[in-house]
Nanobody, 125 residues
Framework: QVQLVESGGGLVQAGGSLRLSCAAS????????MGWLRQAPGKEREFVAV???????YYPDSVKGRFTISRDNAKNTVYLQMNSLKPEDTAVYYC???????????????????WGQGTQVTVSS
């Protein structure tokens, strides 16, 4: 069982940066693939980034080159560094975990078993 708590959201101007953190409880954190997903008002939840147990990462084109996911297994924490933020990045950002080791399925919402409560990111124009 893994419990996840996000922090670091807030209000930022377009072009600015934010770093989200996700603190995890549980002994097997290092073996989990950890993802960030987001949901904007009136839209479906979408995949943003994933990092697996060995440090492999994957991003959709919408954030590639602007967002960076990383993890510190000693601290049971995963991060999302967001640069060059755009108003369309405004959403509630969720941290999520799964035992799936790697693969295309990690871009799918339903692959994730454990979820945080979310943190709001608002980008003003």
């Amino acid at each position: 069982q893994v419990q996840l708590v996000e922090s670091g959201g807030g209000l930022v101007q377009a072009g600015g940066s934010l770093r989200l953190s996700c603190a995890a409880s549980g002994r097997s954190f290092s073996s989990y693939s950890m993802g960030w997903l987001r949901q904007a008002p009136g839209k479906e939840r979408e995949f943003v980034a994933v990092i697996n147990w060995s440090g492999n990462t994957y991003y959709p084109d919408s954030v590639k080159g602007r967002f960076t996911i990383s993890r510190d297994n000693a601290k049971n924490t995963v991060y999302l560094q967001m640069n060059s933020l755009k108003p369309e990045d405004t959403a509630v950002y969720y941290c999520a975990g799964t035992t799936t080791r790697w693969g295309q399925s990690l871009t799918r919402i339903h692959e994730y078993n454990y979820w945080g409560q979310g943190t709001q990111v608002t980008v003003s124009s």
